[in-house]
């Protein structure tokens, strides 16, 4: 008597074996297809070169002028300080929230930058021109005196139209205004007198 149960016929053990090489080769199959699919996923050239470090010629920056490049979509200024604006901060400490950047410094000012001038060297200020109350770009001031929204012995510096806060010539910000810190200070190094490196600093 046979031991197949009642109404089922016994697979033929090559069909068998067929069967089970035909399931592999089409999981294989099924995997090989969807490695294109994922690696669609992987961060383009274009994105990565979004947050890669950018390099500034500031050899035609002259003093009292600034210049704006992007860093990973941020807009970035790099201001060259004249003497009278270098002199005017030294003024303004009683008046600042944070005069030494001591809040948050890891997220916002780095160690060499911790300073009055907020810089490597004194003359000039990279800062990214992002108010840190609500995300605003602030407008350059830099011209002394009395002018529209701003205090009568004003010196120079920031205003962000948005909501009123102002940051002085080193991008600290005056007390009791809404935002709560100085202008970012992002990484960056010299390469050379003239050129600047963002987003790196390594060497710094």
Known sequence: MSDT????KQMDPSKRTWLIATGCAGTVGGVAAAIPFISTFQPSERAKAAGAPVEVDISDLKPGEMKRVEWRGKPV???KR???MLASLKQNDSELADPMSERKPSELTPEYARNEYRSIKPEILVAVGICTHLGC???DKFQPGPQPSLPDDWRGG????CHGSTFDMAGRVFKNKPAPDNLEVPPHMYLSDSRL????????
């Not at 149960?5 to 089922?8: E, N, Q, Y």
């Not at 920031?158 to 139209?161: D, G, R, S």
């Not at 490196?197 to 710094?204: E, H, P, S, T, V």
């Open 197 to 204: 490196l963002i987003g790196d600093d390594k060497k710094a």
């Open 137 to 139: 770009s602030p407008t």
């Open 82 to 84: 004249t003497p009278e």
């Open 158 to 161: 920031f205003l962000c139209p």
């Open 77 to 79: 200024w790099i201001v």
């Open 5 to 8: 149960p009642a109404g089922k």
